[in-house]
């Protein structure tokens, strides 16, 4: 029997491709990336192992013509589709007071409607379906608040909110409509543009309960568990996964 389809967005390394290699083990996958670079085949390597049939788009969400080619996969599979997971986004710290409008609107295209864009192409399979989970990727700061990020957590606010106004519209279809936010999370990044990185490790820990750093699976376990047919009653929630960082 053909497996259900899910589509994970940015899944060419980090989260993005530890969400890809959990669900690879009962899910063919969609999954788009930047670039054809390394990154991106290592991933495909990964989750073709564990038996996913895979289509890799590269290009930027933001361009028009990616997401024509998103909206031709998505198209070819709509009769199996059950998943997106809306993960990609970038997150460059710009003090506020550099911070020129076009490189904020630029921000808030990027995180957010780039999202918007996702979510529209697959709202029309989904709910002709009468099933389906559409699962957004925030950020923690966005309950915190921090210096030089005003853009990138303004996107991903608004991002939060076009979540709950998806759970009301998107419900009575069958579709439920959530978002993981993503505490302080380890990626292999961090160590080549984080200056001090020990002392950084240090000052995290100190701010949670859980005395380790978060790490890419532990996101992909929320986004599994929420991607199940036991989340089927959570609909329109924001899952905080920092560690206890921030209590609300």
Known sequence: MARPVAIVTGAGSGIGAAIAARLADRYDLILTH??????????LATVEQRGA????????????MTIDTLAHEVEHAADRL?????????????????????TFREQIEVNLV????????????LTTR???RIITVSSVLTQLGRVDLAA?????????????ALARELGPHGVTVNCVRAGSIEVPAEHAVVPDHDAMIARQLDRQCVKRRGHPDDIAAA?????SRDAGF???????????????
């Open 223 to 227: 986004v599994d568990f929420l991607a």
């Open 234 to 248: 959570i609909t329109g929630q924001c899952l905080t996964i920092d560690g206890g960082w921030c209590m609300t």
């Open 53 to 64: 049939a895979t289509a890799a788009i590269t290009g930027d969400l933001t361009d028009p």
């Open 82 to 102: 059950d998943v997106l997971v809306s993960n990609a986004g970038v997150y460059p710290r710009i003090p506020w007071t550099s911070l020129d409008l076009d």
């Open 130 to 132: 009468g099933h389906g």
């Open 152 to 164: 990138y957590i303004a996107a991903k606010s608004g991002l939060e909110g076009l979540v709950r």
């Open 34 to 43: 930047l670039r054809d670079d390394p990154d991106l085949h290592n991933v």
């Open 114 to 125: 780039t999202h918007a864009a996702c979510a529209q192409l697959v709202t029309p399979p």
